[in-house]
């Protein structure tokens, strides 16, 4: 704070009016006032409110030394002396030159002195300096030239109109001998006429670094200070209305800003008001915490960035030790599951490293991160907690974790924004195939798993735009090509469990098959549509039973004729081929296709029956992969090997050959995989 019109806090007439006192006080044998309180408390905005007074007419000079531009107390004499002289002539020129040039000969006359003794503490400076600043001993010409300029000093300064003030603040943040020096310094020059020191400290840190030799420093530093004033504390409501306003300062950058009051209340009044006790405290908070709410308030939730960012500024150790407890923190654990002991007693251990901050621990695991409670609470939260803190951006999930510490977003998570994207467009059909037709087709899958975290926020409106968009996407969505030996994800899985969490948003049967009837008409291909009727009927192994039996046979039964009137109209999209006409061929009992069809639909076939086996050796990370095709159905949808022999003449005859016409020739000249 610099003015009165920065004054939050209400001090401006208070120290206006000690200002005013120390203006009326008679400075002519010099003057030393003190300005008291602990770190953080305005001493210095205190300072600032009485430069205000100081300024008014008839105005008075202010000389401010900063004795942090001194580096050791070797050279504190002769740039306090340098310092003063420099800030005069700069005052003006005119009025304070002659005694700005006697300071500058006193500070030249003083610096061999100082240098003198090359390590502080054999000797301090101000000890050795004591007889030429004094004018006690008569043995150098160093003194006899000291105390000429001295009188000089004096002399010009009785004749000054008005005092000068030399403001000397951030005392206490000095070392221990250097904290001496400057009390030194100001004893020996304190009887300057019209000089007022105005020194800015906290008491007990002074009072400490003055003791010495059995000699209380309060005594030492009351036979220098002539009159003090003790900055009040901030009254708390003060404290609050300035966090507050900060906190709309951190926020205004931030697009769409939100705060979960429920959660906020309870995380502001035992997380981080606990931390602040000062107003430089509220300062270091919104200054530390603006650049990261401003780069990751639109992604992490921002009541987790505020929490976790009053930490990582006022007690950063637990900040570190957090940031590798991030499992711990973020694993859900369903009821039966066992608690995993080593966890727990990692984070036992972090509550007894931390015991002066025990409740605000305790109270960020309850709002920010739930699953650490198991922990030290007979709690749990099961993997449909996961879902929940990740679609509300919370540090509970470790994608949003990661991003909070590392600032890089973890592949998952780039993944997640996409899916977060596409829920958005969910009800718009047109917007939402735009949209996931611009990703990189190698992230689909990964994107629409992602959808399935916003099931609880999924809406009937969603239900037709987005399964037909997304059923119509499955032949868009490249197999993954190298999966883990447990990984059975498949694309068309990935596309039905969005569809289906869709369909039971719809609670009545008889509204949920209207509705299945026009998603159907909306399918662009047969093997969507059949795994479709599969996935709400009652087929063994997929069914999930969303629409009568009765309803369920005849959509089924109207597939079949409508399959066995139409060809596919785009054989190259009919990712599940086989499937489809195994359909025709089981409720016909006829063969449904010949070997002289369309050889781009008989490719089709061929690619839907390719599948790869893998296995792994005991103790190896290694797996092997080998390509096969589910031969017996392939001869049995054609209902012979000599048949399936045409077909592959056929297709490489018309489209060339590929690696599944190759495959297919391996069969064909009685090759068969090993069991593994």
Not at 69 to 83: D, K
Not at 124 to 137: H, M, Q, R
Not at 266 to 291: C, G, K, Q
Not at 469 to 489: S, V, Y
């Amino acid at each position: 704070m610099t003015s009165s019109g920065e004054d939050n806090l209400g001090r401006a007439p208070v120290a206006h009016d000690f200002a005013e006192s120390i203006r009326e006080l008679n400075a002519s044998q010099g003057l030393v006032v003190g300005i008291l309180g602990p770190w953080g408390h305005g001493k210095r905005s205190f300072i600032n409110l009485m430069r205000e007074k100081f300024a008014a007419a008839p105005a008075l000079t202010v000389v401010d030394f900063n004795p942090w531009m001194f580096s050791g107390s070797n050279q504190l004499v002769n740039f306090f002396f340098t310092e003063i002289a420099a800030e005069l002539n700069v005052h003006s020129k005119s009025r304070f030159g002659k005694t700005a040039d006697w300071l500058a000969q006193y500070a030249n006359i003083l610096k061999p002195v100082s240098q003198l003794v090359p390590l502080p503490g054999a000797a301090a400076v101000g000890e050795v300096a004591v007889a030429a600043l004094g004018g006690l001993a008569a043995t150098t010409d160093a003194e006899h030239s000291a105390k000429k300029v001295r009188e000089e000093i004096t002399k010009e300064l009785v004749s000054l109109a008005r005092p000068i003030v030399v403001v000397i603040d951030d005392i206490d943040r000095l070392t221990t001998l250097e904290i001496r020096e400057i009390f030194k310094l100001v004893r020996l020059t304190a009887s300057f006429p019209n000089i007022i020191y105005v020194l800015a400290f906290d008491r007990e840190r002074v009072e400490q670094a003055l003791t010495e030799d059995g000699i209380p420093g309060r005594a030492y530093l009351e036979k220098i200070v002539q009159l003090s004033f003790d900055v009040p504390h901030a009254l708390e409501k003060l404290l609050r209305s300035q966090v507050v306003e900060e906190l709309d300062r951190i926020l205004t950058p931030v697009a769409n800003a939100t705060l979960d009051n429920s959660r906020w209340i309870d995380i502001y009044w035992e997380v981080i008001d606990p931390l602040f006790s000062n107003m430089r405290d509220v300062t270091r908070y919104a200054i530390s915490a603006r650049s990261t709410i401003k780069s990751l308030g639109d992604e992490v939730d921002l009541v987790d960035l505020l929490a976790m960012e009053a930490l990582r500024v006022f007690r950063p150790e637990l900040v570190q030790q957090l940031s590798k407890l991030r499992n711990e923190l973020t694993s859900a654990r369903e009821v039966m599951g066992r608690k995993d002991e080593r966890a727990q007693k990692t984070i036992t251990a972090l509550l007894a490293k931390f015991p002066d901050d025990d409740d605000v621990i305790r109270a960020l695991f309850n709002h920010v991160f739930p699953a650490a409670l198991q922990y030290i609470e007979n709690n749990h939260y099961g993997s449909d907690w996961l879902s929940v803190w990740r679609t509300a951006h919370r540090m509970a999930h470790i994608d949003f974790l990661n991003l909070y510490f590392d600032r890089v977003a973890p592949d998952e998570l780039v993944a997640f924004r996409s899916s977060e994207q596409a829920f958005k467009f969910l009800n718009d059909g047109v917007a939402l195939k735009g949209y996931l037709a611009a990703l990189d087709p190698e992230q689909l899958e990964t994107v629409l798993e992602g959808l399935t975290s916003y099931e609880a926020k999924f809406t009937t409106e969603m239900v037709i735009p987005g399964s037909i968009t997304l059923l119509n996407l499955i032949d868009a969505i490249p197999e993954k090509k190298e999966r883990g030996f447990f990984d059975i994800g498949r694309r068309e899985i990935s596309v039905g469990r969005v569809v289906l969490r869709l369909l039971r948003r719809v609670a009545d049967e008889a509204e949920r098959e209207a509705i299945v009837s026009q998603i159907l008409d909306g399918i662009e291909t047969y093997s969507s549509q059949l795994n479709f009727i599969h996935s709400v009927g009652y087929r063994e192994g997929a069914g999930h039973k969303l629409v009568s039996e009765a309803f369920a046979a005849r959509i089924h039964a109207e597939f079949v004729a409508r399959l066995q009137r139409i060809p596919p109209t785009e054989p190259w999209r009919e990712w599940d081929a086989w499937r489809i006409y195994d359909a025709v061929h089981t409720a016909t009992g006829e063969a449904p296709l010949t070997s002289s069809d369309d050889p781009v639909l008989l490719r089709a076939i061929l690619h839907s029956l390719k599948s790869t086996a893998r296995s792994q050796s005991m103790g190896s990370r290694q797996v092997r992969s080998e390509d096969r095709l589910a031969w017996e159905l392939l001869v049995g949808l054609f209902e012979s090997e000599v048949a399936v022999e045409e077909v592959v003449r056929n297709v490489r005859k018309n489209l060339g050959d590929d690696n599944i016409l190759q495959l297919a020739d391996k069969y064909l000249s009685g090759w068969r995989p090993e069991s593994f």
